[in-house]
């Protein structure tokens, strides 16, 4: 079956620092794979997607890179704000009309 | 409204009793989703209408779980004999072109917690 799995919180980090936050899957099949985040107070809004190998998606300074050779889709941003403090979760899609979610990650930055 | 509506957006119960959450989806949106998260869990798919019909309920748990949409477009979880291990937050999404392109828009939330 399918699986996603994400590093694990939290995750504390300065302003203005590299964030990463690694995520792997095992999938049946060829997967589409997102990034979604949910801000203190709201609903999970999806962040960026990839629907095939070596696609990268992108929105508000994240980074994801879709690596077929390690099953991988690696959250990535290069200087963090307080703003981006939130709980992200890592996906995935086989166009079985399900999403399957990581556990999440949730990340917290300081001034 | 703007966005995906859910109702209420806490509910506490006692073990046993019947509930209802509501979701009312952005309008035009035809597909809609119903996921369960657990304390520091993913959300779980649990079951996905497009129009008025189930397309897919392979994850209700049980029997006990049953959701409608009647009109195409407010959709009821109806939760029969709860126990405790119910409790969660229910999601619900939706999108206008089903869950292929991923775009989907979640509510906030409904919040059960079963005493």
């Known amino acids: 079956g399918n699986s996603v799995t994400q590093m694990e919180g939290p995750v504390t980090l300065s302003e203005e620092v590299v964030l990463t936050i690694n995520c792997t899957y095992t999938?049946?099949?060829?997967?589409?794979l997102f990034w979604y985040v949910q801000y203190p107070g709201e609903g999970l809004q999806l962040l960026l997607k990839?629907?095939?190998?070596?696609d990268k998606g992108s929105n508000k300074g994240f980074e994801a890179t879709y690596r077929k050779e390690t099953t991988s889709f690696h959250l990535e941003k290069g200087s963090v704000q307080v703003s981006d403090s939130a709980v992200y979760f890592c996906?995935?899609?086989?166009?079985?009309?399900?999403?399957?979610f990581g556990s999440g990650t949730q990340l917290t930055v300081l001034p | 409204g703007a966005g995906v509506s859910q109702t209420p957006s806490n509910k506490v119960t006692e073990k046993g009793k019947y509930v209802e959450l509501r979701c009312d989806p952005i309008?035009?949106?035809?597909?809609l989703y119903w996921y369960r998260q657990s304390l520091g869990q993913g959300p779980e798919f649990l079951i996905y209408?497009?129009?008025?019909?189930?397309?897919?309920d392979s994850g209700l748990p049980n029997d006990r779980f049953f959701a409608v949409r009647p009109e195409g477009s407010v959709s009821t979880l109806k939760i029969q004999r709860t126990e405790r291990g119910d409790s969660a937050v229910y999601l619900c999404?939706?999108?206008?072109?089903?869950?292929?392109?991923?775009?989907?828009?979640f509510g906030e939330g409904s919040r059960l917690t079963v005493l």
């Open positions: 999404a939706s999108s206008f072109l089903g869950q292929g392109s991923g775009e989907l828009f």
């Open positions: 999938a049946t099949g060829y997967p589409s």
């Open positions: 990839a629907t095939k190998a070596d």
């Open positions: 996906a995935l899609s086989t166009g079985a009309r399900q999403l399957t």
């Open positions: 309008s035009g949106h035809t597909a």
């Open positions: 209408f497009q129009g008025t019909g189930a397309a897919d």
